[in-house]
């Protein structure tokens, strides 16, 4: 296919830019204010929203959160790097971790029915262990300090590079605007406004890249003939390549970022309990869309023999080269701009909320209990609104994230198994899951790093789940499940419904 | 505009009304909600398992299927706009619900 075609749009200026990433902040401000009003009147209210999510914004919630700002990006470049195989890694493993939850969601909410973190039911399930809790503490804070670092380099990227405004200025006015919004409205502000976001990444999406085909000449047939011409394993689903290349690994690290994250299990603790299963259930069937819609867009690169040099030397820009230089009307470009500000808003907001409940829970009223509410209440926003300014310093200061990347993966890893053992197996013990997680990451990071991330993730799940099991099974104790719903009685003051 | 586009947009625009109705709903209904703070103690566990496979298989088909005919390409788009279509009936579904009694 002709890549002369293939021309940068105009009239993408920073005034447009700033116009979309504060008027869809006041946006949600103007909303947070109405929750703030109606709906927030305690710590419970703002970090549990009452446990009256109900279908609607329970399932718009989830898809959002898990939409991140470089998944829709990743779609269209997984398409680009592995054809069609690597569009099907990428998607097949990512919906089915959210509908993974939903059996331990069940036994969690039906067990512990006024929880509020993944922590506090660890610290209750190994009889107050600070060890069990503080491991599963730190794996939290540091998941969503990756989430929020990630989304927040996301949309400097691609608002740096789609409109002329420098990526330090979209940080700062990222984290202003999202951490303005959800401190007033906590996590009812945090689903309402993913729910808003869910339509953002999925019909403004679509039009985006039927519009997209529609400015090929020839539409998806040119596109179809040109990608077979140039290799037809790219229109195949079983190239082993792309599952040995990332596949495989990918598919147990979301496993591994849903299950080993508040960001999820606040949700379930927040949904009316009657609508759990259906909210994660529907959550993870109705995600996958998403990505493949926007994986079509990798697909068109693929035609157009793109090469990395062409996109800026990162693959992730296929999508938004694309849709800036196929030449479509100046509103189309906008519109996919905002779907990745809506992906990057909704993740930011829904780590943030995550934030507030560790904050709450794991930390103030497990090591401060006397905290008065009031107090409560004001840590509980203000260290928020701090995890945010962190974020936007470290992703400011132009570190590198390796070492973040690799100790939440470290920690992510190790405690999947363990964890899921702790709340479906009576004899997972705080030994067990304590030396598991720890022997999992002295030895298994180890082995990643002399025999690639394959080695590495296999090990770590094997040895964390080994010595749990071998834990249970020569100790004879048995936890007695009913002692969660003891342990939870009035955690904030408010009856659970 | 090609006819395919036209026809996104028309799909687009019912499924987002839809959807704003539900939201609507939704925000009613949760200020409702809150206000009576009642609680619903009887319902049924719906069975996940069939559901979970039905739809893993359904979206490696269908990435599977945009390898054998162009067409395809555009199931994605499709199923996006019935995403959107399908959050914005969770409203309503949890309402018909409510009315019925039966979770």
């Known amino acids: 296919m002709d890549k002369s075609v293939l021309v940068a749009s105009e009239g993408l200026t920073a005034g447009l830019g700033f116009s979309l990433m504060i008027g869809f902040g006041l ?6 204010f109405i929750i703030k009003h109606g709906l927030i009147k305690s710590t419970h209210d703002f970090i549990i929203s009452n446990r009256k999510v109900g279908l609607g914004f329970g399932v718009g919630a989830v898809i959002s959160v898990w939409t991140w700002a470089m998944a829709v990006m990743m779609s269209s470049a997984m398409t680009y790097q592995w054809g ?10 990512n919906g089915f971790a959210i509908m993974a939850m939903v059996p331990l969601a069940r036994i969690l909410r039906r067990k512990m029915p006024e929880g509020y973190t993944i922590s506090q039911f660890a610290h ?11 491991v599963v503490t730190i794996a939290m804070i540091f998941g969503i300090l990756l989430e929020t670092l990630i989304n927040i380099k996301g949309t400097s990227v691609v608002m740096s590079t789609v409109f002329p405004i420098d990526w330090q200025t979209v940080v700062i006015l990222t984290v202003v605007v999202v951490m303005t919004y959800v401190f007033f409205g906590g996590l009812w502000t945090s689903v309402m406004t993913g729910t ?12 985006v890249v039927v519009a997209v085909y529609a400015h090929i000449s020839g539409g998806a047939t040119a596109v179809f003939e040109a990608v077979r011409a140039a290799d037809p ?12 290349g990332f596949g495989i690994t990918l598919a147990f690290g979301l496993l591994a970022a849903v299950v080993a994250d508040q960001t999820f299990w606040q949700k379930v603790w927040a949904v009316r309990k009657e609508q759990v299963t259906r909210t994660f259930l529907w959550g993870g069937a109705l995600f996958y869309p998403i990505p493949i819609c926007l994986g079509m867009l990798g697909l068109a690169g693929l035609a157009f023999g793109l090469t990395p040099e062409e996109l800026g030397g990162d693959i992730v820009a296929v999508g938004p080269y694309m849709v800036s230089h196929i030449g479509l009307p100046l509103i189309l470009i906008l519109t996919y701009v905002l779907v990745i500000l809506a992906a990057c808003y909704s993740t930011i907001d829904g780590a943030a909320s995550a934030l507030s409940s560790i904050i709450a829970i794991d930390i103030v009223k497990r090591f401060a209990t006397g905290t008065r509410e009031k107090t409560l209440f004001y840590i509980t926003r203000f260290g928020m609104i701090l995890g945010g300014v962190i974020s936007g310093i470290i992703v400011l200061s132009g570190v590198d994230f390796t070492t973040l990347v690799l100790t939440t993966y470290a920690l992510k890893t190790s405690i999947l198994l363990p964890l899921i053992l702790a709340i479906v197996w009576r004899r997972t013990n705080t030994a067990g899951f304590v030396l598991g997680i720890v022997l999992a990451i002295v030895i298994g990071m180890p082995l990643r790093h002399l025999y690639g991330e394959m080695v590495g993730t296999f090990s ?19 936890f007695d499940m009913d002692k969660l719903l003891e342990a939870h009685k009035d955690e904030l003051a408010h009856k659970a419904t | 505009m090609s006819g395919l586009f036209i026809f996104f947009l028309i799909i687009g625009a019912v499924a987002t009304i839809l959807y704003a109705a539900g939201y609507a709903t939704g925000i009613k209904q949760s200020f409702t909600d809150v206000e009576e703070d009642k609680e619903i103690t009887e319902y049924k566990d719906s069975a996940y398992t069939v559901t979970i496979a039905l739809a893993v298989i359904a979206s490696a088909v269908i990435i599977a299927l945009v390898g054998v005919n162009p067409i395809f390409v555009y199931a994605g788009p499709i199923l996006a706009v019935v995403t959107t279509f399908m959050v914005g009936f969770a409203f309503f579904y949890e309402r018909m619900m409510r009315a019925s009694g039966n979770y």
Do not use: C, H, Q, Y
């Open chain 1, 196 to 207: 808003f976001n869910t339509w953002m990444i999925t019909t403004p999406a679509a039009i």
């Open chain 1, 27 to 32: 946006l949600f401000l103007i909303l947070a």
């Open chain 1, 124 to 134: 209750t399930r190994f009889g107050g262990s600070k060890a069990a809790s503080i």
């Open chain 1, 233 to 244: 394993t790219n229109l195949s689903v079983f190239e082993a390549d792309a599952a040995a």
């Open chain 1, 84 to 93: 069609l195989s690597g569009l099907f890694w990428f998607v097949v493993p």
């Open chain 1, 460 to 478: 770590i799940l094997a040895i964390s789940a080994g010595i749990v099991v071998i834990a249970g099974l020569f100790s004879r104790e048995e």
